[in-house]
């Protein structure tokens, strides 16, 4: 593999925000030569060296075994730190956690419960930290969903995605994602479950540069007439399950993803959720397991496009 052509010089990645259309177009076409490419196992030592440190405050499988793998296939290492493990636990501030580390390590990815937290980390890191998903952006997960839609329509700009359901941290960052890709969005969701006032000002402010339409909406079945792509989550994100019975009742059975929502899309319309899906809740077995899905290709394109981001921000032969 040649050296990389683009750089992002360092940057944090805390959400789509932080990611020109340009940048992004840059980590997906990475994305696609090193998923074709690591069969050729050209890439085994571009990260050689370089080490991720990784700071866990929730679960997670997908990112943390993806963030992994990725590290160890381009010839880097990771150490996986639990909140918990850390002198965090006992009182040590974020920012001097975030000082400390950058002592040692070429990058970090944080999956904290704040996103206030996660700035704090980046604002005294010196090293580039990504967010590894916090309360309101995933920004790993849409770069993956763009990779993924790329590769089973063939494009993006002038697509249809419709989201059903919580407005939360994914549904933040698809809207930033659709906008800067030029990609319409329709978000349903039940009135006080919409994306951030301000992702939607800046995605209106995106589109009108690319030409993505974005709508907010609280009629599932009008939204997902004409969509290319249906995406929804849990109703009951990490940190909700004080609000379980509540968003059951708000969201249940208006907000979910069945065959019979599924028709009014488009006939080769095709169905994603970032995982982990709770079947009969969100989704139903037979959306979620039937043919239109690609839930499996996206959860293996995190792999690739997180490979891709690292080596852009950390690589030392831009
Ligand atoms: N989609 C996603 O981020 O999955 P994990 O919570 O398993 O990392
Ligand atoms: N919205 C979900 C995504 C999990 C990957 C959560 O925050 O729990």
């Not at 990611?19 to 997906?28: A, K, M, N, Q, V």
């Not at 381009?74 to 001097?96: F, H, K, M, W």
């Not at 906008?179 to 329709?186: H, L, P, Q, S």
């Not at 969509?227 to 994100?237: E, G, K, P």
Request: proline share 3%.
């Amino acid at each position: 593999m040649k050296t990389l052509k683009t750089c992002l010089s360092n940057k944090d990645v805390l959400s789509l925000i932080d990611l020109s259309s340009e940048e992004i177009l840059s980590i997906l076409e990475l994305a696609s030569r090193l998923k074709k490419e690591s069969r050729r196992r050209e890439t085994d030592s571009l990260l050689k060296g370089k080490v991720l440190a990784m700071i866990f405050q929730k679960p997670s499988t997908r990112t943390r075994v993806s963030f992994e793998t990725g590290m160890y296939q381009l010839g880097g290492s990771v150490i996986y730190l639990s909140t918990n493990d850390l002198q965090l636990a006992r009182g040590e501030s974020i920012e001097d956690t975030a000082r400390s580390l950058s002592l040692y390590v070429n990058c970090i990815v944080a999956r904290l419960y704040s996103h206030v937290d996660v700035k704090r980390l980046a604002s005294c890191a010196t090293v580039p930290v990504i967010n590894g998903l916090s309360d309101t952006f995933h920004p790993c997960q849409i770069l993956a969903d763009l990779l993924t839609i790329q590769e089973h329509k063939k494009k993006l700009k002038g697509l249809n995605i419709t989201w059903i359901g919580d407005g939360n941290n994914v549904c933040n960052d698809l809207l930033l994602g659709c906008a800067k890709m030029g990609v319409n969005i329709v978000v349903a969701c039940p009135h006080g479950f919409e994306p951030l006032d301000q992702v939607v000002s800046l995605g209106k402010r995106e589109g009108q540069k690319t030409g993505s339409e974005i709508t907010i909406t609280d009629d599932p079945s009008t939204a997902v007439r004409n969509a290319d792509v249906v995406v929804t989550d849990t109703f009951i994100s990490m940190g909700k399950s004080d609000e379980k019975i509540a968003r059951t009742r708000t969201f249940l059975p208006r907000y979910q993803v069945n065959s019979k929502l599924m028709k009014l899309a488009k006939k080769d319309a095709i169905f994603m959720h970032c995982l982990p899906a709770t079947r009969g809740q969100e989704v139903t077995s037979d959306v979620i397991d039937g043919k239109a899905s690609v839930v499996w290709k996206e959860a293996e394109n995190r792999l690739h496009v997180q490979k891709a981001l690292i080596s852009l921000l950390i690589s030392a032969k831009p």
